[in-house]
């Protein structure tokens, strides 16, 4: 059948621009102010605990879970709350609740609830803990890691794979975090490893780090887990750090359409999240501040740790502000990530990098079905044929062609000649979808 | 449910019978006068395709299978005729060949003294060039022997770059020939007897 | 400072991916281009300049019909060079003494019918400069059947009549390993672009390596028409692959994007239903080539096999089949129902441990 | 009187049978290799058309409407044998040009058309001038069409023996495929193109 499907061609090979590969995580000053939106993560929105004018510290909860699928929020600067705005989600671009707080430049942190013996800490303490300390999916997705370590009891987690690829262009945050912290990111593992209660993991890094591999490598070698955990060097393509094509290439499953890796026993946690559980596990602090790289058409391109809520443009400034022609501001990798409408959008907890380019949209030609989608796609789908449809608004017609099954890698839309904006047609399919859907 | 509503059952029967009644009626009338004028219509174009290569011809009589003919001008037998079918490029090519009045003692005798096509569906502007004069007289006064390509020692040139409709007009008549000359003699003779 | 400049500036947004191969269709249609002017020299060394200026007059009368028709259409005109490759292609498959009104007739059929018709480039069904082949065959079948020896002189306008090696069979005068040089050299009467084999299989392995075509159309239709000319007793293979227009077919017309099938398997079926068509029209059929016809016919079938050959997309489970014996395959279900999926997952992995 | 005329003007410019409707095609794209089997074929046509479309129209109020499709059927049918014998007789050569297609008018999509939409359920009167109307649409249609497809086609045009004009280039060198089936598709999809681009047709 290889030679009908060639597995190994589905992705591409765009241009890596590690650029801040070797760059030492820093730490952004303060903000003066952080904007805090309620709707951080994939779930019910938080709820809001603290009213216009409240006194509150660093890490103090201001908002909490709205419901199962979601986490708390923490107040990531020291001030005073000086209003409750409506604003535009710099993710979904739905509209939310946002916290602002003045910070007074204290950074007064609340008493930190450092548990005495972490090791000793029962199953359902630690799923709290996590929990409380609003803990999400830090690799893009935002969903909630209390719920991924709780699995319905029907499905037996026996796998865990650790997401250390970072396959999209010019991000190297979690490239920096297995250098510098790769002891707390096995910590964590061990943590999650005891949760599930399974004893089989993989770290999967690509080949473009290899100074990641070899530190990982070390420090396995030197756990007490190193029989459990095997360090995967995977080669370097797009998108091999989504969850799914992560999977088949580690373990040889697909995870069925529709499903979730947990359908086959998996569960798959970023790097950075397990930085987060072990932050939260011994040491108590909650996640308020995450790494990310600032990249692309800046004057001093970084990796940086800052405070949840900061707005770009002071990041931005930290690293020596914009070159003249760059108009476009991205969250996220140049692949997947979000076009910001304005250099004030404050970060928020998946945003994992802050690009900046130039814009270079080119007119939409007529498609030529030259395949290059077809062949592009990791999920083995036909591409085009959602934007002959949507063009034509066929909609039912979509899910004849797995529409469903689409994970919005930009792949497709990559390689295409004829420059189709597919993944906007994908887009629109899926919400027409939505809509139509029997409620 | 078993009684019969005559309004909805039974009176779209009889309508329909009298109508069609009515129209086997008209047909038969127009039958009876066209009939004749459409058999003599058909007599004539065959007559007409005949005396392209019999001038003088008054008559003519064929077989049963309606595909040898003697031709006579007041009852002298002048030549003989057979339909040949060929297939071509496009389809079949309906011939009809003109035999002089030889002796028929085997298909080596005869002599053709002339062919027409009858019908045929060869692409036109290329095979249909089989109905032009330049390649049909070359049927005239050539013995059996003959029809062949001049590239392999026959009196026919093909057209160029229509080979295969002119291979068609060949074998056509050569294979129909050998078929139907067993029935040309029966035909023949059986004139002659009479 | 900094600040201000920041703060001032209007963002754009779109949709990600915000980056982009630097592949676009321009490109590909000028590596074709780029391709395609081997066979030209080819034919402008085999039978004298007038080739030169049937290309020409093909390519420009593309260019100007697309131009009208884009204008009747009320669309804007892009020079992608589509109409360029179209006109190149259309030129190389006519008769090299093929008078200019022919080619200005059939160059401007292929665009204004087969394509723009049809709602210009990528959603035409046939491939243009075939069909328009296709439509001046059976318009002027005589001029399109006259062929000429080659001349082998660039200035030369002469022109004697001559069969093509595939019109007149095996009664070739020489040595067969003669015939094989001649036909891969281009020395035979034959259309301006299809007589060197050689030519155009240069040409198609710099498509091949800039990646603009597949190996997989090429390889198996010529790998088809090779094998059942093996297997028909009476036939040569070689001299079925390196006669008439198979090579060029093969990397220039059957490759084309627009008109062949997306997916790998799809290209696998397209190529061999063509490969098996050359071979049934010319050694059973009226016509001395067919590759022209193999490709078109191929192309009607191309929607279909887009439909019906998907990728199996990731995670796709099949539907469970309906046996036509419902007694067994009740039996075959409880089993199934038995060892539930996640049995089965398992055992994979324990394979690739 | 007035929507009398309307019924007329209908069939030949709104409501033409070949070029809006596109109904009757296979007749139409098949015998319009000459004029002179345009000017056949339209005869033939109308001749049924109109007869059907008074008989239907004289017998809609006693037709019950079960059977009303086999009867018009039987009436079609008979129509055209009628003008399939007459032709024979009368007029062989054109007879045998249209071949298969006298017989087929049977199954023309204008006049069962015509007959179960218009004359089943209006006055003679107006049923005539409908039938004259598609006729007379029907026959401008086809002719048009055999007029291109003769000149492409032939290079020349002849009109019962008599020849009109030849166009200097083509004559040497026609363009046979407006004479093959491929050419009736061709010249159509052209007309009926130019035909909605001046906007006579509306897009829809």
């Known amino acids: 059948m290889s030679l009908f499907n060639n597995e190994k061609s589905h992705g591409i090979h765009p241009p890596g621009n590690k650029i801040t590969s070797n760059k030492k995580i820093e730490r952004v000053p303060l903000p003066k102010q952080v904007i805090l939106p309620l709707s951080q993560h994939i779930g019910a929105p938080s709820k809001a605990i603290v009213k216009k004018g409240d006194e509150v510290k660093v890490g103090q909860k201001i908002a909490e879970a709205g419901g199962f699928v979601s986490v708390p929020i923490h107040s990531t600067v020291s001030g005073k709350v000086t209003k409750v705005i409506e604003m535009v989600s710099s993710v979904t671009s739905n509209v939310g609740n946002a916290i602002v707080i003045e910070a007074d430049g204290k950074d007064d942190w609340v008493k930190i609830d450092k548990p005495s013996k972490p090791n000793k800490l029962s199953k359902k303490e630690i799923l709290n803990r996590v929990k409380e300390a609003g803990i999400v999916g830090l690799g893009g997705a935002t969903f909630p890691t209390h719920v991924k370590l709780q699995p319905p009891p029907d499905k037996k987690i026996d796998t865990i794979i650790i997401n250390g690829c970072e396959c999209e262009p010019f991000i190297t945050s979690d490239h920096r975090l297995m250098l510098e912290h790769g002891e707390e990111i096995l910590k964590g593992l061990e943590i999650m490893m005891k949760v599930l209660g399974c004893n089989e993991a993989y770290i999967g890094i690509e080949s473009n780090k290899p100074d990641a591999i070899e530190n990982m490598e070390k420090i396995v070698s030197e756990s007490n887990i190193s029989g459990e955990v095997i360090v995967e060097l995977l080669p370097a393509q797009y998108p091999m750090g989504a969850e799914k094509t992560l999977l088949k290439r580690i373990l040889g499953m697909e995870v069925p359409i529709g499903g979730l890796p947990m359908d086959v026993g998996v569960v798959v946690q970023n790097v950075g999240t397990l930085k987060a559980i072990y932050d939260a596990i011994y040491d108590g602090i909650p996640l308020v501040e995450r790494v990310l790289t600032v990249s692309g058409a800046v004057k001093e391109p970084k990796n940086i740790i800052s405070r949840f809520g900061t707005p770009a443009s002071e990041i931005i400034d930290y690293c020596g502000g914009t070159n003249s022609n760059a108009n476009v501001m991205i969250f996220g990798g140049p692949m997947m990530g979000i076009a910001q409408i304005s250099f004030d959008t404050p970060t928020t907890k998946g945003t994992n990098s802050i690009l900046i380019q130039k814009n270079n949209t080119e007119v939409e030609g007529n498609c030529i079905r030259c395949g290059t989608c077809v062949e592009n796609c990791p999920m083995n789908l036909m591409p085009l044929m959602y934007v002959a449809y949507v063009k034509k608004n066929m909609y039912d017609e979509l899910k004849d062609y797995w529409i469903d099954n689409c994970v919005e890698c930009g792949s497709c839309a990559y390689g295409c000649p004829a420059n189709i904006p597919l993944v906007q047609y994908i887009k629109v399919g899926k919400a027409e979808l939505q809509k139509r859907r029997p409620k | 449910m078993s009684k019969t509503n005559f309004r909805a059952d039974i009176v779209p029967i009889l309508f329909l019978t009298v109508v069609v009644c009515i129209s086997v009626i008209a047909l038969a009338y127009v039958d009876s006068i066209t009939y004749e004028k459409i058999e003599t219509a058909k007599l004539e174009a065959f007559k007409e395709k005949l005396s392209v290569h019999f001038s003088d011809m008054t008559d003519f009589t064929s077989n049963d299978a309606n595909d040898c003919y003697v031709v006579f001008t007041d009852n002298n037998t002048i030549g003989y005729a057979v339909k040949t ?41 290329l095979g249909d060039k089989i109905t032009q004069s330049f390649f049909l007289d070359q049927f005239q006064e050539v013995s059996f022997s003959g029809i062949e390509l001049s590239k392999t020692g026959g009196d026919i040139d093909a057209i160029s770059g229509a080979t295969i409709s002119s291979k068609a007009v060949i074998n056509g008549i050569v294979s129909s020939i050998e078929d139907r000359f067993d029935s040309l003699v029966e035909l023949v003779s059986s004139v002659e007897v009479s | 400072m900094a600040e201000e400049t920041v703060d001032q500036k209007r963002l754009v947004v779109s949709t990600s991916p915000h980056i982009h191969d630097k592949k676009n269709t321009k490109k590909v249609m000028y590596v074709v281009c780029l391709a395609l002017l081997l066979p030209i020299i080819g034919g402008v060394y085999f039978f004298g300049i007038y080739t030169l200026l049937v290309v020409l007059v093909s390519v420009i009368t593309a260019i100007t019909t697309e131009f009208l028709a884009k204008r009747l259409r009320k669309r804007e005109f892009i020079m992608d060079g589509s109409a360029i490759v179209t006109g190149m292609l259309f030129a190389l498959v006519l008769p090299p003494r093929i008078p200019l009104w022919a080619v200005i007739i059939g160059a401007a059929f292929c665009i204004a019918i087969v394509k723009e018709a049809f709602g210009g480039l990528g959603h035409n069904i046939f491939n243009p400069a075939l069909a328009g082949r296709a439509f001046i065959t059976v318009s002027f079948a005589g001029l399109m059947t006259s062929w000429i020896a080659p001349v082998k002189s660039v200035i030369s306008l002469d022109s004697i009549t001559s069969a093509t090696p595939l019109g007149e069979g095996f009664s070739y005068a020489g040595s067969t390993s003669d015939l094989y040089i001649d036909l891969l050299f281009g020395n035979v009467g034959g259309c301006i672009g299809e007589t060197s084999a050689l030519f155009i299989l240069i040409g198609g392995l710099l498509l091949l390596a800039t990646g603009v075509i597949k190996w997989r159309i090429p390889v198996v239709y010529i790998g088809t028409v090779f094998l059942l000319a093996w297997l028909i007793p009476g036939q040569d293979p070689v001299f079925h692959i390196l006669a008439g227009g198979l090579f060029l077919g093969a990397f220039f017309m059957a490759t084309d994007y627009v008109t062949c099938p997306m997916t790998a398997k799809g290209q696998f079926i397209f190529a061999f239903g063509a490969g098996v068509l050359v071979i049934l029209i010319r050694v059973y059929g009226s016509m001395p080539e067919g590759v022209a016809f193999s490709i078109l016919l191929m192309n009607a079938f191309t929607p279909l096999i887009d439909r019906h050959v998907k990728p199996k997309p990731y995670g796709y489970i099949p539907p469970e089949k309906k046996s036509r014996f419902p007694l067994k395959k009740k039996a075959k279900t409880t089993d199934v129902a038995d060892k539930p999926d996640q049995d089965s997952s398992t055992d994979k992995k324990e394979g690739k441990k | 009187m007035v929507h009398i005329l309307k019924n007329l003007k209908k069939g030949i410019i709104n409501e033409n049978p070949v070029f809006i409707l596109l109904l009757g095609l296979c007749p139409t794209l098949a015998v319009s290799t000459s004029i002179d089997n345009a000017f056949g074929m339209t005869a033939a046509v109308m001749f049924v058309l109109i007869s059907a479309n008074i008989i239907v129209s004289l017998i809609r109020g006693v037709t019950p409407d079960r059977v009303r499709i086999p009867v018009f059927i039987v009436i079609i049918a008979t129509l055209v044998t009628i003008v399939d014998l007459t032709m024979k007789a009368f007029i062989p050569e054109l007879s045998k040009s249209l071949g298969i297609f006298i ?18 359920k209006n006055t003679l009167a107006d049923s005539v001038a409908d039938a004259l109307g598609m006729g007379i649409g029907f026959g401008i249609a086809i002719t048009i069409i055999s007029f291109f497809r003769q000149l492409l086609g032939t290079g020349e045009i002849t009109i019962f023996g008599t020849h009109v004009f030849s166009a200097p280039g083509l004559f040497d060198n026609p363009m046979s495929v407006f004479i093959l089936p491929m050419g009736a598709f061709l010249v159509l999809g052209c007309l009926l193109a130019t035909l909605r681009y001046m906007g006579a047709i509306e897009s829809g």
């Open chain 4, 103 to 120: 017989p087929l008018i049977v199954v023309n999509c204008i006049i069962l058309g015509r007959a179960e939409a218009f004359a089943s």
């Open chain 2, 85 to 125: 079918i060929g297939s071509g490029y496009g389809g079949t090519i309906e011939m009809l060949v003109a035999l002089e009045p030889t002796n028929l003692s085997s298909t080596d005798d005869l002599i053709l003294r002339g062919l027409s096509v009858i019908s045929h569906s060869e692409t036109p502007g």
